[in-house]
């Protein structure tokens, strides 16, 4: 009985640590990654669709790269954008690239560190090879 105590109380540690480890709150940095990730593809997938409004095509275009101290400025550009306000899609997109702007310059302003300041990276991003499968 007393392996099966030990067992037992040794697993019950181990879960509990595991669990701890998973609720960790999300750094700064790590929640404006993971939100300009959210953001850029909610994009990709905006652009793609069939069913959007036309003035999807006309938008400013949407990469986002937390390094490039320019994405502020097309961050606000692209909330700043006065079409498309009746496209669900765009407005909750807009909502979250307004959320990601606030979170960038007012909570996280000491966490992050920008390591370029090239515009043009953000219109025209060079994008990782794809990998042959």
């Known amino acids: ?12 540690v181990l879960l509990s640590a595991a669990l701890l ?12 990654l993971s939100l300009s990730k959210e953001i850029t593809e909610s994009f990709k ?7 959007v409004d036309s003035c999807v095509e006309m938008l400013p275009t949407l990469y986002l790269d937390i390094h490039n101290y ?9 909330v ?3 079409r498309c306000e009746r496209v669900l899609e765009v407005s909750e997109l807009k ?5 990601l702007y606030t979170i960038m310059i007012s909570y996280c302003r000491r966490d992050l560190v920008f390591l370029t300041d090239d515009c043009s990276a953000l219109e025209n991003p060079v994008l990782p090879p794809i990998e042959p499968s």
């Open 45 to 51: 997938e905006l652009q793609t669709s069939k069913d």
């Open 21 to 32: 480890a998973n609720a960790a709150p999300p750094t700064c940095y790590s929640r404006v």
């Open 80 to 82: 700043a954008y006065p």
């Open 95 to 99: 909502e979250k690239a307004r959320s």
């Open 70 to 78: 320019c994405v502020l400025a097309k961050l606000r550009d692209f």
């Open 1 to 12: 009985k007393l392996p099966t105590m030990k067992m037992l109380l040794s697993l019950t």
